[in-house]
């Protein structure tokens, strides 16, 4: 892993601009085509703060665990995630696990892990998503945040 040039505090905006466009779109508040473009506009907006390469994917729990290891991160997030990959994974969609870098303002590396649900623009429903997101033991405060406003 390359040290990330990503600062945590624009990744922490971009992630929560993210999670309200794609609840305002499982909510049924805006189409399909303005989601995507809403997600274009965000991307474009950041493209000088919020860099790829500081994302990484994994196929598998293995491989996610072994780059968590190899660097010197904390475990402690891998059974939540898989715990949401695996509903996923039984709702008959594909995944990934993500692992996003930053940096702190004193010069340390913070990470964001997630899972990547893959071609699911149209076939995903409000009602897998709350699956997934409530599949672990222990809700994350995020979880807990998009839960409460899909249900509403
Ligand atoms: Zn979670």
Same mark, same amino acid.
């Given at each position: 892993?390359? @040290? %990330?040039?990503?600062?945590?505090?624009?990744?922490?905006?971009? @992630?929560? =601009?993210?999670? *309200?466009? +794609?609840?305002?779109?499982?909510?049924?508040? *805006?189409?399909?085509?303005?989601?995507?473009?809403?997600?274009?506009?965000? /991307? #474009?907006?950041?493209?000088?703060?919020?860099? %790829?390469?500081?994302?990484? #994917?994994?196929?598998?729990? $293995?491989?996610?665990? =072994?780059?968590?290891?190899?660097?010197?991160?904390?475990?402690? !997030? @891998? +059974?939540?995630?898989?715990?949401?990959?695996?509903k996923a994974?039984?709702? $008959?969609?594909?995944?990934?696990? !993500? !692992?996003?870098?930053?940096? +702190?303002?004193? $010069?340390? *590396?913070?990470?964001? %892990?997630? /899972?990547?649900? =893959?071609?699911?623009?149209? =076939?995903?429903?409000?009602?897998? #998503?709350?699956?997934i *997101?409530?599949? +672990?033991?222990?809700?994350?405060?995020?979880?807990?945040?998009? /839960?409460?406003?899909?249900?509403?």
């Amino acid at each position: 892993m390359n @040290v %990330p040039k990503t600062r945590i505090e624009d990744l922490l905006n971009y @992630v929560r =601009k993210e999670k *309200i466009i +794609t609840r305002e779109f499982f909510k049924g508040k *805006i189409s399909l085509e303005k989601r995507n473009k809403m997600f274009e506009k965000l /991307i #474009l907006e950041y493209r000088h703060r919020i860099f %790829p390469e500081d994302s990484y #994917l994994f196929d598998n729990i $293995g491989e996610f665990w =072994k780059f968590l290891i190899d660097n010197n991160l904390s475990t402690d !997030c @891998v +059974t939540h995630e898989m715990l949401h990959a695996r509903k996923a994974f039984l709702l $008959g969609y594909d995944i990934k696990y !993500c !692992c996003r870098m930053a940096l +702190t303002d004193d $010069g340390r *590396i913070a990470f964001l %892990p997630s /899972i990547n649900i =893959k071609d699911t623009n149209e =076939k995903m429903n409000k009602e897998d #998503l709350l699956a997934i *997101i409530s599949a +672990t033991d222990v809700l994350s405060e995020e979880d807990k945040n998009m /839960i409460e406003y899909l249900k509403e």
